[in-house]
Each structure stands twice: as C-alpha cells, then as structure tokens.
C-alpha cells in the first residue's frame, strides 16, 4: 500500500519525556497542534483503496454496523438489526451467518464485536446479550460456542494461539459510587481462557453517566509487528481513580499492558470550566498512528507518520468524491483500515446501504 501525505513537521514535538514506563525508557509524548489544520481527501491520503458498495435485499437492508470482517474472499457485516450478513468482495449479499433471535439453536442476541479467523475459515462473533463467544463456518453454521464468560465481552479479535477477547462490568448502588472494570483475556481456539489481566479500572460518580462510550480495542501493527491497546477515557481527571494513563497507547503483550506513546494537545483541555479535548480512539497502522478526538463536540482527526514523524490535523475527516459529509477512519484488529460511507440515493431511489472502503 501507498500513502501520498503532507506532513506539516511544525506539528510535532517528538520525545517530549514526562515520565517512564515499566521497563525504565522514557514514554515519548506526540504533540497534537490543533491550531495547524488543513482539509485533506480520501484520494490524496491512500492511493490504494477499494470501495464495496453493499447490496441491499429484504435480508441484507442494513440499518447500523457495528463491526467489520474482512476475508481474503468476503465482506462480513456486523448490523444492529440483522446481525451479521455475509457479502463478496464485489458487495453482493450472500446470506446471514447464524439467526438474530433471543432463543433457538445456532442464534446470537446482541453482536457487538466480530472477527475473521484465518486459520479455521471462521467468523467470530461476541454476543454482550448472552456473555459468549460463538464461531460460525463459512456456511453459517455454528461449530464452537464459548461457556458463559465472566464479564461482557465488547470486543474480540483473533491471535496466533486463539483469540483476545476485552470485556467489561461494573456495579453500584444507586446514584452512589460505582466501579467498572475491563479485562483483557486470552483464549485458545476452543474458547479455553489462557490468561487474563485488568486493564483499567474507574470509580465514578453515577450523576457523570457512562464512563465510556466506545469500548477499547486491541490492533495490531505491520510496522513493528506488535498488539496496541486503547482505552478512550472521556470523564474529567477529578472522576478518575485507577491505574490506566489517560490519552495513552499501550503494547499489548501476554499477561500485561506497556506505555508505549502519550498523546497531548498544543493547546489547554480545560477551558476553565469544562473539558474540551477528548481522544476517542487511538489505531497503530503499519505507517501511521490515527488519532480521533474532538474539540467542543467538533470531531478531528490526527495522522502521524511513525518514520518521519510528523503530523497534521484534519477537521471532522476524509473528503470522499461525490460526498458532501466528510468521515473518520475505522480499525480492524489485522490493521485493515476502513470507511463506512453513505451515499447519496438516485433520483427516485431508496437510500442504498453504506459502501465500505477498505485501505
């Protein structure tokens, strides 16, 4: 894959070292200059691309994904309303892999997280409904189930000895305190748990609402062949008591989670009264690390080039030809990037289903 980028080097202070992490080095700091911003396009960002636009059937009427996975011959759609729906690699429908429904053999209730695994030509589907893991074949048929896991399981993604699964749970009593914490676990291919490990915990006010609203994911990257974790903490400091670094990505290693880059803004996150800078995602790509964050409920997003390292800041994303609305780039655990992108309807045409274009 190609990248065409211009990079603005003023945007970045590199190794700006405010403390260590566990293994003595000092956690390099990555600048975000909000004030350096420019419009940049799809084209002019990725000169390797493919769109699918997905067909629309009675079955295949896509209402919101949630998830994506990716094959080497299909496209599987994780969707709110019908659960996971199968298409090739050209977009059209194939069929629903296993039945949406709250009883009965070879059902899920509440897809959250799906993930292809290479290996058994399976998709993998975390259901939060049930607190299971289930794998379907090619076929649509159910061929492994997990047993009731301990947490709800947010997200899933495959691993050379199975599979690495993030969950969450949380309890309290009233409007009082209450906790919430999310584990990382390891599982073999039978869904057999290997290990597992926190990975932050939050005590919180119930008055502040939900402490997350996007769950954390594990991706990996190409360029130094390593997992990233990212955990999206959106409360005020003040609400925060635990042992995660806020705005920080981690190394996902076996039974632990390593600092391994912090990310600050040029400006101040407080405006006197509120917080105003809020990260929601951090991806590590072979080439880049893609920052979504917003400011003042304006989304943005910040490319950084690991070799040059430098940056630049797009205001609310990627201008796509033939689209007015602009879009914020998606991550699969493989490292595949992706845009969910809506198209227009002809004139005298129902609204079509997303396109998804794949880098």
Same mark, same amino acid.
């Given at each position: 894959?190609?990248?065409?980028?211009?990079? /603005?080097?003023?945007?970045?202070?590199?190794?700006?070292?405010?403390?260590?992490?566990?293994?003595?080095?000092?956690?390099?700091?990555?600048?975000?200059?909000?004030?350096?911003?420019?419009? /940049?396009?799809? +084209?002019?960002?990725?000169?390797?691309?493919?769109?699918?636009?997905?067909?629309?059937? #009675?079955?295949?009427?896509?209402?919101?994904?949630?998830?994506?996975?990716?094959?080497? =011959?299909?496209?599987?759609?994780?969707?709110?309303?019908?659960?996971?729906?199968?298409?090739? +690699?050209?977009?059209?429908?194939?069929?629903?892999?296993?039945?949406?429904?709250?009883?009965?053999?070879?059902?899920?209730?509440?897809?959250?997280?799906?993930?292809?695994?290479?290996?058994?030509?399976?998709?993998?589907?975390?259901?939060?409904?049930?607190?299971?893991?289930?794998?379907?074949?090619?076929?649509? +048929?159910?061929?492994?189930?997990?047993?009731?896991?301990?947490?709800? @399981?947010?997200?899933?993604?495959?691993?050379?000895?199975?599979?690495?699964?993030?969950? #969450?749970?949380?309890?309290?009593?009233?409007?009082?305190?209450?906790?919430?914490?999310? =584990?990382?676990?390891?599982?073999?291919?039978?869904?057999?748990?290997?290990?597992?490990?926190?990975?932050?915990?939050?005590?919180?006010?119930?008055?502040?609402?939900? @402490?997350? +609203?996007?769950?954390?994911?594990?991706?990996? $990257?190409?360029?130094?062949?390593?997992?990233?974790?990212?955990?999206?903490?959106?409360?005020?400091?003040r609400a925060y008591v635990g042992k995660f670094d806020r705005d920080t990505l981690y190394q996902a290693q076996e039974d632990r989670l390593l600092p391994k880059v912090r990310f600050e803004f040029s400006r101040e996150v407080w405006d006197g009264e509120e917080k105003i800078f809020h990260i929601r995602n951090v991806m590590a790509y072979k080439q880049y690390y893609l920052v979504s964050y917003e400011y003042?409920?304006?989304?943005?997003?910040?490319?950084?080039?690991? $070799?040059?390292?430098?940056?630049?800041?797009?205001?609310?994303?990627?201008?796509?030809?033939?689209?007015?609305?602009?879009?914020?780039?998606?991550?699969? $655990?493989?490292?595949?990037?992706?845009?969910?992108?809506?198209?227009?309807?002809?004139?005298?045409?129902? #609204? @079509?289903?997303?396109?998804?274009?794949?880098?």
């Open positions: 894959m190609r990248f065409n980028l211009i990079l /603005l080097a003023s945007c970045i202070l590199f190794f700006q070292c405010q403390e260590k992490n566990e293994t003595g080095e000092a956690l390099p700091v990555i600048i975000i200059d909000h004030d350096k911003k420019e419009e /940049l396009s799809l +084209r002019d960002f990725a000169s390797d691309y493919r769109e699918i636009p997905l067909e629309m059937t #009675e079955k295949s009427t896509i209402k919101y994904i949630n998830d994506i996975a990716v094959s080497d =011959e299909h496209l599987y759609i994780d969707d709110i309303s019908n659960g996971v729906l199968q298409f090739d +690699r050209a977009g059209r429908f194939i069929k629903i892999i296993g039945k949406k429904a709250k009883e009965g053999p070879e059902t899920y209730v509440q897809p959250t997280s799906i993930a292809f695994d290479e290996e058994e030509n399976a998709v993998i589907i975390a259901d939060t409904y049930r607190f299971k893991l289930y794998k379907f074949n090619l076929e649509g +048929r159910l061929i492994g189930e997990s047993e009731k896991l301990p947490a709800v @399981p947010i997200f899933v993604k495959t691993s050379k000895e199975g599979y690495w699964m993030i969950s #969450e749970q949380y309890t309290g009593i009233g409007n009082k305190k209450y906790a919430l914490g999310a =584990e990382v676990y390891r599982t073999d291919s039978d869904f057999k748990l290997i290990d597992n490990f926190s990975a932050d915990h939050l005590e919180l006010e119930g008055k502040w609402g939900a @402490p997350r +609203r996007q769950p954390s994911l594990i991706t990996y $990257s190409e360029y130094d062949s390593l997992n990233y974790f990212y955990n999206p903490i959106l409360l005020p400091s003042r409920s304006t989304p943005y997003l910040f490319i950084y080039d690991r $070799s040059t390292k430098e940056g630049k800041v797009v205001q609310e994303g990627l201008t796509v030809s033939g689209v007015d609305e602009k879009y914020q780039p998606f991550s699969k $655990s493989n490292g595949q990037m992706y845009l969910i992108v809506q198209r227009p309807p002809k004139p005298g045409e129902a #609204e @079509p289903n997303p396109s998804i274009i794949l880098f």
